[in-house]
């Protein structure tokens, strides 16, 4: 065979050709007992030495039933010599059926060229060829048996030598097509492989892509998303109904005239989307559609202005600063003289607190500004919320109960873990607090499980507080946004721009008991953030 090939492809196809040579065998074998016992007289069917045929035939037959049942059943692996000595067994039978049949009148020897070219196919090149010198020396034995019986006319040893040249022609042509096929066949499979490791490499690059991509048809139906893209349309998973279409906005940008890219909000947690669309040249009705979550693109630029932001703000904090701790300590003081009355005193509480307002505004601004670069860390989630369970304690004494439901099956994150405790406190402490004023005893449950259309993590941190106003839920996490009259209005701010940097999602939401519920959503633990 060609050096191409591999012995496990020489095997299928020796197995191949020889399974089907049984059944070709046991048709003929068949069909010339039938017509030697069963057709009328006057056949040429073993007209020269009937009882020689009588014998032949049925033993054939029987040969012919028993290696079919053995190449259906029980053949694994052909050995050369068994392939060689299986070959010379139908030659030396359809030799013996042609010498029974008169030689040359009968026409048997030509069924010897289907018995070389299953040699050719299967043997290497010199046995092949030597069946082939068996057959040639075969038929011109026939003739000569012949011509001690009867006498042979001269032409009869020349057709026998051209048909043995027939033979050997055969036998070099038919190993030459099937080194050419092997190898092509060879070729294939490896061009095959390639194709299918790059499929399922592109399959992989594609579906772990922080991107999210969509193909979409005119109409706007859904022909393949990926696990990024159903993440930030909030979709169950990637598998698609017939028929499914995309969000509106994604039709209308599909079916545009100008086919740019657009913004728009997406899943439950209203995302920022910014959608880009590519059209297929090739497929003039389809539309690549590329989607990113707007965070991620605009991450470097909330460092750079938070670098601007803290450039500016650390030169005038110390300004600031100075004086205010001037007028907090003076107000200190002179509420500790005994000369004021209570009027006076209550004043002086008045510019304390102010004051101590103005340094946690300072601060706050202040950690923003330094613009610190996250270093995310893979952790269980659940582990890390047992152990911040443990060790937070409410700032204004407040009674509070915590507790976890798992119901995820991955609970890995990929975010840093002293953020995120920024982030957790500023969510828990106004539950605490908003939950103790109105039940007296604040309860608050974290709830972690999976993004059903990946192995993301999901955090829902429920209180029993009165939750936010409809009409203030779009305005939560703008700056300096407050309901009380003694808070600053950057905690929330703050967590938002924190989740930022770590690819989180955060949105406020009525969870199924129409309960207060802060919703979390992680990305996937192997996705890394823009680098700072």
């Known amino acids: 065979m060609s050096s191409d090939s591999t012995p496990h492809q020489d095997i299928a196809q020796r197995r191949a050709v020889m399974r089907f040579h049984a059944g070709y065998r046991q048709i003929l074998a068949s069909a010339l007992c039938l017509v030697f016992f069963f057709a009328p007289e006057g056949t040429i069917l073993g007209s020269s030495e009937p009882a020689l045929f009588t014998w032949v035939s049925p033993v054939y037959l029987a040969v012919s039933v028993a290696l079919t049942v053995y190449h259906s059943l029980f053949a694994r692996h052909y050995s050369y010599t068994e392939v060689f000595a299986e070959l010379l067994c139908d030659v030396a039978a359809l030799v013996l059926l042609a010498y029974a049949s008169g030689s040359s009148d009968s026409g048997l020897q030509l069924l010897i060229f289907v018995t070389i070219s299953v ?55 038919i ?41 979409l048809s005119s109409e706007g139906e859904i022909k393949l998303l990926n696990a990024a893209a159903a993440e930030l349309l909030g979709r ?198 908003y939950g103790a004023q109105l039940h007296g005893r604040a309860e608050l449950n974290f709830v972690v499980s999976n993004n059903p259309g990946s192995d993301a993590v999901v955090l829902d941190i429920i209180d029993n507080g009165p939750g936010i106003a409809p009409e203030q839920e779009d305005m939560i996490f703008e700056p300096f946004f407050t309901t009380e009259s003694k808070g600053t209005g950057l905690g929330l701010y703050l967590s938002r721009e924190l989740c930022l940097a770590n690819q989180i999602s955060i949105h406020y939401r009525r969870d199924s008991g129409s309960d207060s519920c802060f919703r979390l959503q992680f990305s996937h633990p192997s996705r890394s953030g823009l680098p700072s």
Request: net charge neutral.
């Open 119 to 173: 040699s050719s196919a299967t043997l290497p090149g010199r046995l092949s060829l030597a069946l082939a010198a068996l057959a040639s020396i075969a038929a011109l034995g026939e003739v000569a048996v012949h011509s001690l019986a009867v006498p042979v006319p001269a032409q009869q040893f020349v057709v026998a030598g051209l048909t043995g040249i027939a033979y050997f022609s055969t036998a070099l042509a």
């Open 236 to 433: 169950q998973s990637t598998h698609l109904s017939p028929g499914e279409l995309a969000p509106p906005e994604l039709i209308a940008l599909v079916q545009s005239e100008s086919q740019g890219s657009m913004l728009f909000n997406a899943g439950e947690g209203k995302v920022e989307v910014f959608a880009n669309v590519a059209p297929m040249r090739d497929l003039e009705s389809d539309h690549l559609v590329y989607l990113e979550n707007i965070s991620k693109i605009s991450q470097r630029a909330q460092n750079m202005k938070l670098a601007s932001l803290g450039r500016f703000t650390a030169s005038i904090a110390h300004e600031i600063r100075n004086p205010l701790s001037a007028i907090s300590h003076a107000a200190q003081l002179l509420g500790e003289s005994e000369a004021l009355n209570d009027g006076d005193r209550r004043f002086t509480r008045i510019i304390e607190s102010n004051a101590h307002r103005m340094d946690a505004i300072i601060q706050n601004i202040l950690e923003m500004s330094r613009g610190k670069a996250p270093q995310p860390e893979v952790f269980s989630i659940k582990a890390w919320i047992t152990d911040f369970i443990a060790d937070w304690r409410p700032t204004n004494g407040e009674s509070v109960s915590l507790n976890i439901l798992d119901k995820c099956r991955h609970d890995h994150v990929n975010v840093d873990p002293s953020q995120l405790r920024q982030i957790i406190t500023n969510i828990v402490e106004n539950g605490a607090r």
């Open 175 to 215: 190993r030459y097509l099937s080194v050419r096929i092997v190898s092509t066949q060879s070729l294939a499979d490896r061009r095959r492989d390639d194709l299918e490791r790059l499929s399922k490499l592109n399959q992989m690059i594609v579906q772990r892509m922080q991107t999210g991509v969509m193909l």
